[in-house]
């Protein structure tokens, strides 16, 4: 069984900074991409920027955004600078995992809610 867990969503004013982190845990082989997808009230549900092989962002977080990963802790991360209320969402950890229980699959995490607002 493969976990996604996230943590460091919240509150922020237009203009402050977060860092969200997502660390996935259980029977892991390896893991060959991780990335994050937002999805606001009304929204479809879209990328924000995925690492593995290349890295890649929205366009509408390019500068702003960076994506990390932690390949020893199995964690990715998302730093947020100079927040925008469009960027209020609630932001989606995803996984493409090979686990010792058969072929790479496709994992979600629960969801973080990000609220710019001041």
């Not at 997808?37 to 509408?60: F, N």
């Not at 730093?79 to 209320?85: E, G, I, P, V």
């Amino acid at each position: 069984q493969v976990q996604l867990v996230e943590s460091g969503g919240g509150l922020v004013q237009p203009g402050g900074s977060l860092r969200l982190s997502c660390a996935a845990s259980g029977s892991i082989v390896s893991i060959y991409a991780m990335a994050w997808y937002r999805q606001a009230p009304g929204k479809q549900r879209e990328l924000v920027a995925r690492t593995g092989g290349s890295t890649i962002y929205a366009d509408s977080v390019k500068g702003r955004f960076t994506v990390s990963r932690d390949n020893a802790k199995n964690t990715v991360y998302l730093q947020m600078n100079s927040l925008k209320s469009e960027d209020t969402a609630v932001y989606y950890c995803y996984a493409y995992i090979t686990s010792d229980s058969g072929p790479a699959k496709n994992y979600w995490g629960q969801g973080t809610q990000v609220t710019v607002s001041s």
